[in-house]
Structures are given as structure tokens and as C-alpha cells.
């Protein structure tokens, strides 16, 4: 029997379309390269610094990124160098001076510098709370500077600076 042209239309449609779908994964191989030059590029632009949610850092308008140094970390409870707990944090007024726990361990970390980077000025980052009393952390930066390190920097969270009057 002899099919009509539009039976014969539909046949060589079908046929053409059978095949099963292909993905050309060349051009997904492209999208994913940019794709990850792109994500590498910009990763740099943004210094996030490590900190517990019990901590919350004071506010400032603040251009310059922190560097990746030894960080200290002040809480309510304890203090913390590179995350290890050294010492209780001294809320009381009538606290030593300085605080043992923290100077013995920044002494140990400065002796375990190499010897041509020990003759310099060690830096150090202080993260603390912003409820902490500036007495606490008076404390810990005169121990700091006593076991060595002597160019200390105060993390904050880094806040946009709005020009006066602006409503934005």
C-alpha cells in the first residue's frame, strides 16, 4: 500500500528526531573555566577573619585588610592564641598586671620563629569583644608587648563610611 506525502512527512520526521539528545560538553568545558578564572580573580578581594558567634568585633571605617598573623582572641571566658585557650579572661579589677597563661604562650611562639625573622617586630591581631572593658584589653596588649610582639592590630568588622546627609 502506498502511503500519502504527509504519512511519508511524518516517517522522515520521526526518523530524523529517533536519535537520542547529546550534550556538547566542549562549550560546558568553556563556561566552567571562566567560571573558575573568575571565581579566583575576585576570591582575593575579600579577607574574612575566623570568629565564634559569641564574639562580636566593634564597628569601623576601616581601608586597610588585615594580615594573616598570629590572632588572639579575647571572649568573656577565655582568651584564645590561634584558637587554643591560654588563660581565663581577668575581668576583675584587682587582676595582675599581666596575664601568665598568655605571655608563656606568646613566648613560645616567638621562639619557635626562625632565627633571620626573630630580630624583627613580630605582629599580632587582637580580635575582642566589644562588650569586653578596655581594662581586659589593655591588659592583654601590655602582655603582648612584653613577650615580644610589638605591632599589634585590633580586628573589626568593616562598616561602609556614608558621606553627612546622605539618606542612603
Not at 615580644?148 to 542612603?168: C, F, H, M, R, W
Amino acid at each position: 500500500m502506498k502511503r500519502s506525502a504527509r504519512a511519508q512527512r511524518i516517517a522522515r520526521r520521526n526518523a530524523r528526531h529517533s536519535g537520542r539528545a547529546t550534550l556538547n560538553l566542549v562549550s560546558l568545558m568553556d563556561i566552567f573555566t571562566i567560571l573558575v578564572f573568575f571565581l579566583m580573580v575576585n576570591s582575593s578581594d575579600i579577607e574574612v577573619i575566623q570568629t565564634s558567634s559569641a564574639l562580636r568585633l566593634p564597628d569601623s571605617v576601616v581601608e586597610q585588610k588585615p594580615r594573616e598573623v598570629l590572632m588572639v582572641t579575647v571572649t568573656r571566658d577565655a582568651i584564645l592564641v590561634a584558637g587554643q585557650p591560654v588563660a581565663p579572661t581577668p575581668l576583675d579589677a584587682d587582676a595582675p598586671e599581666f596575664i601568665e597563661g598568655l605571655r608563656k604562650e606568646l613566648a613560645y611562639r616567638l621562639s619557635r620563629i626562625p632565627d633571620s625573622d626573630s630580630e624583627q617586630p613580630q605582629p599580632l591581631n587582637i580580635l575582642a569583644d566589644r562588650t569586653l572593658p578596655y581594662s581586659v584589653l589593655k591588659r592583654v596588649m601590655k602582655t603582648s608587648v612584653d613577650a615580644g610582639y610589638t605591632i599589634l592590630s585590633l580586628a573589626v568588622n568593616q562598616t561602609s563610611l556614608k558621606p553627612e546627609g546622605s539618606d542612603d
